[in-house]
């Protein structure tokens, strides 16, 4: 080898480590052991061609202990998927559904737009996006096909309703995000509630309009499904619909009125989902084991991507990853703010046809944020510290279209695995479609008009 071919080599191992890693993320193995298996690997061949001191590995330790595990911000990921996960197995989201069919059953489309409603309400209280999916398939997918709805209509519906859980707070995504960006996570909170429900409302406008000018493709549901009379109806809605809305108000209202941190929050939610388990007569032994083993199986997936994440993304930045990037943008004429925003944005939903928003968030954010961070979107926010919170946010609206778009939109799996034989993957695929669209329809309105994800943080005080 000569010597300008090993400095050349030893200039770009960035660039070799990047293509090698998506290369290697077909491979089949699990992202948490490749991305920290090509990490170790680059940073011994970053050694051999003189660019990496193998001291540095030991900057590792404190590393992941003090953004991983000594982090009292993540302590809220555990307990939030408990508390999910407890709510969808308790059977507490099954009595919501009922409530709200019965509520909307003389709107067009009114079954579908129960379960958009309904996965805003999880969203709220879970943020789990897998639990949700698989919670509505089973229980409103066998109500829908009886009323004989459109198969793709029904399965984008519940698809969609499905994501929110990763917007609406309290968000798994959202905290990591706060973390990684060094954003406070309840400034986010409130960042991501308009967006979210301006999804819901987008979800539910295109339902409405649909079915009613094609009403074959949503039956309505049989008048004998309403409750005998008024009492009943209260009785129901008593039972079935306040105690959710009461626990939301719980875990998010003590974040936005300062009663409590997230991760406090995140406890007042386990407590309040135990509590209405027990209400429902449903919390035992058995429940209660099935949903430590299925948490315990979550958030080891979850921060093992946190470790291998950390080793990768420590070893791409000594190797001069954040230079490189830098160069390519410049190399593009991507200089101004705008430029830099669009070519992230479309890079996020490009990489969400592939990846998860997991492996999105540690891969993209640690390369970006010094970047974004020299950004100046004053004359359109009107002021300078409401861009870092507007453009997480923007990413999080983005990085729902993940979780549709195939071929690997987790949510896809989800449904697949969980619905009858009739329903194919291609019903599934045309039925995201129209949803993924609404998406990047969203997404648009909250750049044009910040104020969308600005207004309640500024409100409640959040920037001040």
């Known amino acids: 080898m000569s010597q300008n071919t090993f400095y050349w080599i030893g200039d770009h191992l960035s660039v070799i480590m990047l293509a090698v890693f998506a290369v290697a993320l077909f491979c089949g193995f699990p992202v948490a052991f490749v991305l920290g298996g090509i990490g170790l690997a680059f940073g011994f061949v970053g050694y051999y061609f003189e660019v990496f001191n193998l001291l540095q590995f030991l900057n590792l330790l404190p590393r992941i202990w003090g953004s991983v595990a000594q982090n009292q911000v993540l302590v809220a990921i555990p307990m939030f998927v408990f508390m999910g996960t407890l709510l969808e197995k308790s059977g507490v989201a099954d009595d919501l559904l009922r409530c709200l069919q019965v509520l909307l059953r003389r709107v067009p489309g009114g079954l579908a737009m129960s379960v958009t409603?309904?996965?805003?309400?999880?969203?709220?209280?879970?943020?789990?996006?897998?639990?949700?999916?698989?919670?509505?398939?089973l229980i409103a997918l066998p109500a829908m096909m009886e009323r004989n709805y459109n198969k793709e209509l029904a399965v984008g519906t519940i698809a969609s309703a499905g994501t929110l859980g990763i917007l609406i707070p309290p968000s798994i995504m959202l905290v990591v995000m706060g973390d990684l960006?060094?954003?406070?996570?309840?400034?986010?909170?409130?960042?991501?509630?308009?967006?979210?429900?301006?999804?819901?409302?987008?979800?539910?406008?295109?339902?409405?309009?649909?079915?009613?000018?094609?009403?074959?493709?949503?039956?309505?549901?049989?008048?004998?499904?309403?409750?005998?009379?008024?009492?009943?109806?209260?009785?129901?809605?008593?039972?079935?619909?306040?105690?959710?809305?009461?626990?939301?108000?719980?875990?998010?209202?003590?974040?936005?009125?300062?009663?409590?941190?997230?991760?406090?929050?995140?406890?007042?939610?386990?407590?309040?989902?135990?509590?209405l388990a027990f209400a429902n007569r449903r919390l035992n032994f058995k429940i209660l084991q099935d949903v430590l083993e299925s948490s315990a199986v979550t958030n080891g997936m979850v921060f093992f991507i946190f470790f291998g994440a950390t080793l990768f993304s420590y070893v791409l930045r000594v190797l001069g990853?954040?230079?490189v990037m830098v160069e390519?943008?410049?190399?593009?004429?991507?200089?101004?703010?705008?430029?830099?925003?669009?070519?992230?944005?479309?890079?996020?939903?490009?990489?969400?046809?592939?990846?998860?928003?997991?492996?999105?968030?540690?891969?993209?954010?640690?390369?970006?944020?010094?970047?974004l961070a020299a950004l100046d979107f004053s004359a359109h926010l009107g002021d300078s510290k409401y861009f870092l919170a507007w453009i997480a946010t923007l990413i999080a609206v983005n990085l729902q279209t993940s979780f549709?778009?195939?071929?690997?939109?987790?949510?896809?799996?989800?449904?697949?695995?969980?619905?009858?034989?009739?329903?194919?993957?291609?019903?599934?695929?045309?039925?995201?479609?129209?949803?993924?669209?609404?998406?990047?329809?969203?997404?648009?309105?909250?750049?044009?008009?910040?104020?969308?994800?600005?207004?309640?943080?500024?409100?409640?005080?959040?920037?001040?």
């Open 181 to 275: 960006l060094q954003i406070p996570v309840g400034t986010l909170f409130t960042a991501a509630i308009g967006p979210g429900l301006l999804l819901s409302l987008v979800y539910a406008i295109y339902i409405l309009v649909l079915c009613w000018i094609f009403p074959q493709l949503a039956p309505p549901l049989p008048e004998d499904m309403a409750p005998a009379d008024w009492s009943a109806l209260g009785s129901m809605i008593l039972k079935s619909f306040l105690p959710p809305s009461f626990l939301i108000f719980l875990v998010l209202g003590s974040i936005f009125f300062g009663w409590a941190t997230p991760t406090e929050a995140s406890g007042v939610g386990c407590f309040g989902a135990m509590l």
């Open 321 to 323: 990853g954040d230079d």
């Open 328 to 371: 390519i943008l410049k190399a593009a004429g991507i200089v101004t703010g705008w430029e830099v925003m669009t070519f992230l944005m479309v890079l996020v939903f490009l990489l969400g046809f592939f990846f998860d928003w997991i492996e999105i968030c540690l891969i993209v954010l640690p390369i970006f944020a010094p970047i």
């Open 404 to 464: 549709l778009t195939p071929p690997f939109g987790v949510t896809l799996f989800y449904m697949k695995g969980s619905v009858p034989s009739s329903i194919t993957m291609g019903h599934i695929y045309r039925g995201i479609i129209p949803f993924v669209l609404l998406q990047v329809l969203g997404l648009t309105l909250a750049i044009a008009f910040p104020q969308i994800v600005l207004w309640l943080p500024i409100a409640t005080g959040f920037f001040d």
């Open 117 to 137: 409603l309904m996965g805003t309400i999880m969203a709220a209280s879970t943020g789990i996006v897998g639990a949700t999916v698989v919670m509505l398939t």
